[in-house]
Structure formats: C-alpha cells, structure tokens
C-alpha cells in the first residue's frame, strides 16, 4: 500500500462545480502539500499545512492530522483550473512522498 | 524575484553523451532539490541541498549521475555517460527552509531526451 493515496484518479466535470480532492497518508508527518501541474508541465505549490485549514482565492485546503488525511476543495470550478493536482507529505526530513496525482478537467 | 530558472528548457542528446543541467535557484533560498518526473514512476526526489552541501543523494540512480552546488546561486546535475533510460523531465526546486516548514518553488524543468 502507498504511503500517500489520493482520490479520485480521474475528475472531470463541468465549469462551476464544487470540486473536491482527497488525500490519505499512512505516516507521521511535519507537514503536507498540495501541488498543481498545469498541461504545460510547470510545477506551482498551492498550499503547505501542518493543521487546520488554509483558503487562496478559490481554493482551500484542509487537513486533519488525527485521521491523516487532507482535501482539496476548488469552488466555482473554472476550465483553468483543469490539472492534475498533487499531494505530498513530509516525514520531517524534506523528503516528500509524492501522491500519484489526481488529473481535474473541468468542461465549459 | 525571476523565480527559479533552469536551462536548459529542453536537451536532445544521444546514448553515451554527457549532458549537464543547470539551475539558479530563488535567492535566499537556503535548499535546493533536484527531482526527475516520468510517466512512470513520476516525480523522485534525486538529491537535495542545504546551504550548498548536498544533505541527501540517495535517489541519485547511480554513478552516473552527480550534482553539484559550488554556490548559492547555482548548481548542476550530470550525467555522464546518458542512456535512453535517463529521458525524463527534470526540476529543479527551492525554498527557505525544508520542505517541513516552506513551498516548493519549481523551475520550468528540463526535458531531456536521450537517443
């Protein structure tokens, strides 16, 4: 089994929804990313959580460390937001482990 | 800030030729990763840097492979001799402190294409 699992693999679905991204992980961890990978391939972190919640724009972020397991949430979905979004965990030794991805397309 | 700038953006090379990437990474920035993603096995952390000593290269595949960082404002990753295996794209990333405590900020990548 993997140390991070994310779901689903695969979203598609149209402009407006509420979006939701879940991440599980099987380890102690000093922290837990959420990373997006636009079709061009350019890497850009979006948030970096030890507890809690955190909101940018339309994208927000929880995590809840006694379950272990983070979602990523996008409201008012837009077609550019279609990536694949990827979460990663610290185990406090800057090395992340890197979920398999999950590949959002959001139609018009 | 120009953010973290890799060259070069892409390298068509052939089996048994060197090829050298190179990174600037965010001034300030006291870690610096290099990471290869393929379709495969996707992104991997290959080695990482803290204040120019490199802290971790375990996922270095192998002797082919080093990196350096002779200051804070630059380091290489080489390979020497490639094999086809090696295509893959490569990124390099920064940030303040360790991947504990700040983002990842990427560079472009480096898509290498070894014949």
């Known amino acids: 089994k993997n140390e991070v699992e994310q779901s689903p693999q695969n979203l598609t679905a149209q402009e407006g929804e509420f979006i939701t991204i879940n991440c599980s992980y099987s380890v102690g961890i000093s922290a837990l990313h959420w990373l997006q990978q636009h079709p061009g391939g350019g890497i850009v972190s979006l948030f970096m959580l030890s507890s809690g919640k955190k909101k940018h724009g339309r994208l927000i972020a929880t995590i809840n460390i006694q379950e272990k397991h983070s979602s990523l949430h996008i409201t008012a979905s837009h077609p550019r937001d279609s990536a694949v979004y990827i979460c990663?965990?610290?185990?406090?030794?800057?090395?992340?482990?890197w979920g398999a991805g999950t590949k959002l397309i959001i139609k018009p | 800030d120009a953010g973290v700038i890799q060259s070069p953006r892409h390298e068509v090379t052939e089996m048994g030729q060197e090829v050298t990437l190179r990174c600037k990474p965010i001034?300030?920035?006291?870690?610096l990763f290099w990471y290869r993603q393929t379709m495969m096995r996707g992104l991997e952390l290959l080695i990482y840097?803290?204040?120019?000593?490199?802290?971790?290269d375990s996922g270095m595949p192998e002797d082919r492979f080093s990196a350096k960082m002779p200051n804070a404002s630059f380091s290489t990753l080489k390979i020497q001799p490639s094999e086809p295996r090696d295509s893959a794209v490569y990124f390099c990333a920064s940030s303040r402190a360790g991947t504990g405590a700040n983002v990842l900020t990427f560079g472009a990548g480096s898509r290498l294409t070894v014949l």
């Open positions: 001034s300030g920035h006291d870690y």
């Open positions: 990663a965990v610290d185990k406090g030794n800057s090395q992340l482990i």
């Open positions: 840097f803290n204040n120019n000593v490199p802290i971790d």
